[in-house]
């Protein structure tokens, strides 16, 4: 099958639109999201052309100077198992070495047999399992005062990320942080970044960061202990509530005693798996 790759255009999105409305269950963020993509200079989005039609499409971002991140992944149904995923990948990661990544990452959900296939037979490693948990919230007594999480203050900060370092949250989500549905490594100046933001919180159970955004509470980084984390679960929940916002959506290392806890307090988990590919 002879078919083109080359960077999207705007007059692709009318076409992408409508085989990617109905990806999932609930739909898909692709036809909404696309018309932004190429404005922005740190990502590539590629797209398989057959007889001049758009037929496939994937997203390739730089998230740091040595970090890229692949996502968005769709191939017209049609038009699947004849190699174009493995091009679009190709392509993304050479994209990917050419703007100076020494790493690249992308996600997939577990169970995903056929990607994970494909990914492996594409030379990368894992995965590492990590979980989307959310929760909707509904109104509801709050906690006691003294168990709520509060804005965090720049000497916490240094706290959290000891704490968070040699913790084993850490060692089993590599070290990652979670920006929506991108992991990039964790560094010490995004408790800074967050601090200044007022999005670094803390309590007696932990440190989280919290991004609030329409009518979600996004949390891609948190730092707990076994005996804390069903208290930490609690207190995000009651976040939400004071905020008034509908639910919680956290990215969260797959620990046993974590997901747990989250499944406890109500929140329903969704596995993911991280691979990576050094470059």
């Known amino acids: 099958m002879d078919y083109v790759i080359r960077p999207a255009r705007a007059e692709d999105?009318?076409?992408?639109?409508?085989?990617?409305?109905?990806?999932?269950?609930?739909?898909?963020?692709?036809?909404?999201?696309?018309?932004?993509?190429?404005?922005?200079?740190?990502?590539?989005?590629?797209?398989?052309?057959?007889?001049?039609?758009?037929?496939?499409?994937?997203?390739?971002?730089?998230?740091?100077?040595?970090?890229?991140?692949?996502?968005?992944?769709?191939?017209?149904?049609?038009?699947?198992?004849?190699?174009?995923?493995?091009?679009?990948?190709?392509?993304?990661?050479?994209?990917?070495?050419?703007?100076g990544a020494v790493i690249v990452r992308l996600a997939i959900e577990e169970g995903n047999e056929a990607a994970?296939?494909?990914?492996?037979?594409?030379?990368?490693?894992?995965?590492?399992?990590?979980?989307?948990?959310?929760?909707d919230v509904a109104p509801g007594q709050r906690l006691d005062p003294g168990e709520r999480l509060k804005l965090a203050l720049a000497i916490d900060a240094d706290a959290a990320w000891t704490f968070w370092a040699q913790s084993e949250l850490a060692l089993a989500g590599r070290e990652l942080i979670a920006d929506g549905w991108r992991w990039r490594r964790a560094r010490r100046d995004d408790l800074d970044t967050a601090l200044d933001n007022h999005r670094l919180l803390q309590g007696?159970?932990?440190?989280?960061?919290?991004?609030?955004?329409?009518?979600?509470?996004?949390?891609?980084?948190?730092?707990?202990?076994?005996?804390e984390a069903p208290i930490l679960a609690q207190c995000l929940v009651d976040l939400a509530r004071e905020?008034?916002?509908?639910?919680?959506?956290?990215?969260?290392p797959a620990v046993p005693w974590l997901l747990e806890a989250m499944l406890r307090e109500g929140f329903r988990l969704q596995p993911m798996l991280i691979f990576s590919k050094p470059l």
């Open 13 to 99: 999105v009318a076409s992408i639109a409508e085989w990617t409305k109905d990806t999932f269950d609930w739909g898909d963020y692709v036809a909404g999201m696309l018309p932004t993509w190429p404005e922005d200079p740190d990502s590539l989005v590629i797209v398989c052309v057959l007889d001049q039609v758009p037929v496939a499409l994937a997203r390739a971002q730089m998230l740091s100077a040595g970090e890229a991140w692949l996502s968005a992944a769709r191939v017209q149904p049609d038009h699947r198992r004849v190699g174009m995923a493995s091009a679009m990948n190709d392509h993304g990661v050479a994209w990917a070495r050419s703007k």
């Open 116 to 135: 994970v296939s494909q990914v492996s037979k594409s030379g990368y490693r894992g995965p590492v399992p990590w979980a989307h948990a959310e929760i």
């Open 204 to 227: 007696r159970a932990g440190w989280v960061i919290v991004d609030d955004r329409d009518d979600s509470m996004l949390i891609g980084w948190l730092a707990t202990a076994q005996t």
């Open 243 to 252: 905020r008034s916002l509908a639910r919680v959506e956290a990215m969260v």
